[in-house]
């Protein structure tokens, strides 16, 4: 639930996390979006779809920066006194569930694409990664928006479950598959999923900071604030530069003229290749 007052520091902090989040999402996707001539065109995919989540991620918390305006306001002179929820406003946390929607299920696909495994292989992990993850996000709103803490635990369990096989498909059934990949992806697709799973396993840590903090208040809620957007930041913008990696190191990995052009020397490609 949304605090009904935050300090002058509580208020500038999460105005400042916001506006840092915009940044790191845009600016990777235009990044990534200059970049994706640089690897082969059958990579190409994986890149814009990370310039896709990335630009997605920017438009939300846009509309979150400027809920958030909105939501609170004073009346101090100079804006260093408390901040109050304006009449008729609200902090419409909703946003960031919707950004999830689009973009979780985009972030799993991206990962299968790079690696160009088999079609079939492909199709039967998207078939089992892209329900699990719109399921997951799905169960987890309204545990979210919900004031009754029953009701968060309910949700919580229960968008638990799609997540933990969503690990397992990474973990287990994606491992199979990576034998014929360059040592270098192999390395970096473990990092991926690692990555993932210590940014996802920060959602479901704010998700019940108001469960267990109840008398923390708005300091719990700008916590939670945070450890959204940093997650975010993390999730979206670090996986897809590695996603960009994977793409170069497989790119030059496939064709030696491609990496001539790229400038990189044939010691280069042997240790990605080894």
């Known amino acids: 639930m949304t605090p009904d007052e935050l300090t002058h520091s509580q208020f500038d902090t999460v105005y400042n996390l916001l506006s840092f989040s915009i940044a790191a999402q845009l600016f990777t996707a235009i990044f990534l979006l ?33 809920s958030f305006k909105q939501a609170f306001v004073t009346t101090a002179v100079g804006g260093r006194g408390t901040y109050v929820q304006a009449a008729g406003q609200s902090f419409n946390e909703a946003y960031r569930y919707v950004d999830w929607v689009l973009t979780v299920p985009l972030l799993l696909t991206e990962l299968v694409v790079v690696l160009a495994l088999a079609r079939k292989l492909q199709n039967s992990l998207l078939y089992r990664l892209i329900p ?54 192999r ?26 903090a109840p008398h923390a208040g708005a300091a719990a809620w700008v916590v939670k ?8 930041i993390l999730a979206k913008c670090l996986y897809g530069l590695l996603i960009y990696k994977i793409a170069r190191v497989k790119s030059t990995a496939d064709e030696p003229d491609f990496a001539v052009r790229e ?6 490609r042997v240790r990605v290749a080894a």
């Open 263 to 268: 400038g990189v020397h044939t010691d280069q």
């Open 187 to 212: 390395s970096t697709v473990s990092g991926i999923r690692y990555l993932l799973l210590a940014t996802w396993g920060v959602y479901p840590i704010a998700y019940i900071i108001p469960l267990y």
């Open 225 to 232: 604030q945070g450890g959204y957007s940093v997650a975010d």
């Open 34 to 66: 200059a970049a994706q001539g640089r690897v082969l065109a059958r990579y190409r995919q994986a890149v814009l779809m990370s310039a896709i989540v990335c630009g997605i991620a920017a438009y939300h918390y846009f509309r979150i920066f400027d």
């Open 132 to 185: 699990a993850s719109a399921l997951m996000i799905g169960l987890g709103y309204p545990g979210e928006i919900s004031g009754d803490n029953a009701v968060r635990n309910v949700f919580g369990l229960l968008s638990t479950i799609p997540f933990l096989y969503i690990l397992y498909v990474l973990f287990v059934e994606l491992t199979r598959s990576l034998d014929r990949q360059p040592a270098a992806v």
